[in-house]
């Protein structure tokens, strides 16, 4: 007679018929540069979290390498924002001059760049605008400006985020045309217009000025939908793909992992981790088992990576296990 529970007697026994693992060198974290000075400014809404100037920059990237985080997403806060995001693809922007800072202090550190335009433009959206409309065609030039320049700078992998129709195309071919044509593309496919986006935006200084991001990132209701954008995006180029947010769209996980042989990254985002940091602060949840279950919520859904706030408390705990 078949009894589950003999798998389950102790600790050891458990650990080894375990489905699914987190491992650190599967987390990746995700960092904020600003072009102020002397800064370390924290983040109100996610505690834990910094926007670093590029003077101290140095303080999160050891304790990234002190725990065995092999990669990082790095974002810009620039000083200031334009109607064409020129500080997206200056090649002294604060996103070039930090890869430039962290391939020579910390060679063998991942440096994934988002590309988007919404920290740059003074308007907020990942596009250029145009009587109040989100351009899709014009915009295309700029995120593959942006992310030749990030490549020509050092980053190890281009992660287009915009939600612009054919962008991964746009930057595949740009980066083959000026001598990156090993430079992976992790897609931002199925990027949903969501409510958990809200810290991040404090972090990243990038909140649309008007509207919302509707008409460019997915309706939350949709899921086949989802694979047509990360059907379209492996079709022009993209080597890994991006389900954000994750835990409330396990499922879109799930079905990509499904239908698609490529790497599925999960975005564990901003309103995630804050919820979760809220309710520990308040002694409601267990920080530590609340985290873990979901980040391996996460790969039990078929994601490879995770990118997550959370990484550098998950990589610490792992460090901790006997």
């Known amino acids: 007679m078949e009894r589950a529970r003999r798998l389950r007697q102790s600790a050891v026994l458990r ?5 699914n693992h987190v491992r650190t060198d599967e987390l990746i974290y995700p960092v904020f540069v600003t072009e102020k000075e002397h ?26 390498m002190a725990c065995g985080i092999s990669a990082i997403l ?28 962290i391939k020579k202090e910390y060679p063998d550190l991942l440096v994934i760049a988002d590309v988007c335009l919404c920290e740059y433009t003074d ?15 014009e915009t295309l030039p700029l995120l593959a400006d942006t992310a030749v320049s990030y490549a020509k700078a050092g980053a190890d992998i281009i992660a287009p985020s915009g939600m612009m129709d054919m962008q991964v195309d746009s930057i ?12 992976p593309v992790m897609a931002y496919s199925a990027k949903f217009a969501s409510a958990y986006y809200g810290p991040f935006r404090d972090a990243a200084h990038s ?15 949709n899921g086949r939908e989802a ?28 079905e990509i992992t499904a239908s698609y042989h490529i790497p599925v990254v999960a975005y564990n985002v901003s309103g995630e981790y804050a919820m979760v940091k809220a309710a520990a602060a308040n002694g409601w949840i267990d920080e530590k088992k609340v985290v873990m279950e979901n ?3 996460m790969k039990r859904a078929g994601a490879k990576m995770i990118i997550t706030y959370h990484a550098l408390d998950a990589a610490q705990w792992l460090l901790e296990e006997p």
């Open 207 to 221: 909140a649309p000025q008007f509207g919302d991001r509707k008409t460019y990132q997915m309706d939350p209701a």
């Open 227 to 254: 694979l047509r954008e990360v059907e379209e995006d492996i079709r022009e180029g993209a080597d890994m793909i991006i389900a954000k947010p994750a835990m409330a769209y396990l499922d879109i996980i799930r």
């Open 74 to 101: 790095l974002f810009g806060i620039p000083l200031h924002k334009d109607a064409m995001a020129g500080g997206a693809y200056d090649e002294n922007g604060i996103v070039q001059r930090a890869i430039r800072q």
């Open 172 to 183: 595949r071919h740009a980066l083959n045309h000026t001598g990156f044509l090993y430079t």
């Open 295 to 297: 980040l391996t919520g």
């Open 15 to 19: 650990n080894l018929v375990r489905e």
């Open 123 to 137: 308007h907020g959206h990942c596009g250029l605008v145009r009587d109040g409309k989100i351009l899709n065609d």
């Open 39 to 64: 800064t370390k400014e924290p983040v109100v809404s996610m505690p834990g979290i910094f926007q670093y100037s590029l003077d101290y920059l140095h303080e999160e990237l050891d304790r990234v």
